[in-house]
């Protein structure tokens, strides 16, 4: 396979880093695009996430080709909070979309229980970046290690996390992605 070219759904340094990473045994040229998601700007379902993902996926694709830039795919990543089935608590949770203009690849990133005091703001209808920036005095939280970054003491990255899901949604377009999505 050449080298992709991927128009990516955001201007995030870390979400284009994670589309670099995710993809690295490719070695991809990225362009990045400052496309709505079309979904608030805290998702709070799986739902609701994958929809802005899948949103921005398809968007940078048609921003990069409007723009003539020959991108052989789009590529969304969105970050949310959801209650899970069977499992306590508020999630911090991340999917990954990765379109050609025919097919699309979805794929989730890991996934991690919030502290019930960051949920609790969240439920109130606060926005997750903001409240990790509050909780720890500083501001680009979401810019630099993430919300994941922070609560799993620098475990995983928030480019990590979001580069899983990047070589997940890719799956149907690489050398062994048979499947149709």
């Known amino acids: 396979m050449d080298a992709p070219r991927v128009a990516v759904g955001s201007t995030n340094p870390v979400k284009e880093a994670a589309v670099h990473t995710g ?8 362009s990045t ?15 609701a996430t994958v929809a802005g993902a899948e949103t921005r996926a398809e968007r940078a694709l048609a921003a990069a080709r409007a723009e ?11 970050g949310g909070v ?28 890991p996934s991690l229980r919030l502290p019930d ?14 409240v990790m920036d509050d909780r720890l005095g500083r501001e680009g939280v979401a810019e630099s290690e993430g919300a994941v970054g922070v609560l799993t003491g620098g475990l995983l ?8 899901a990047v070589s997940c949604a890719f ?11």
């Open 157 to 164: 990255t928030r480019e990590a996390a979001l580069a899983a």
């Open 68 to 78: 003539g830039i020959d991108a052989d795919y789009g590529a969304g990543l969105e």
């Open 171 to 181: 799956a149907p377009f690489s050398d062994g992605g048979q499947s149709e999505p």
């Open 82 to 109: 959801a209650r899970l089935e069977g499992t306590p608590g508020l999630h911090l949770i991340m999917w990954a979309a990765i379109v050609d203009g025919e097919r699309t690849g979805r794929a989730s990133g």
């Open 33 to 47: 695009h400052d496309v709505e998601s079309g979904v608030s700007e805290q998702p709070r379902s799986v739902a």
């Open 117 to 130: 005091p960051v949920a609790d703001r969240l439920e109130a209808g606060e926005e997750l970046g903001p």
């Open 23 to 30: 993809l690295s045994r490719l070695e991809p040229s990225t």
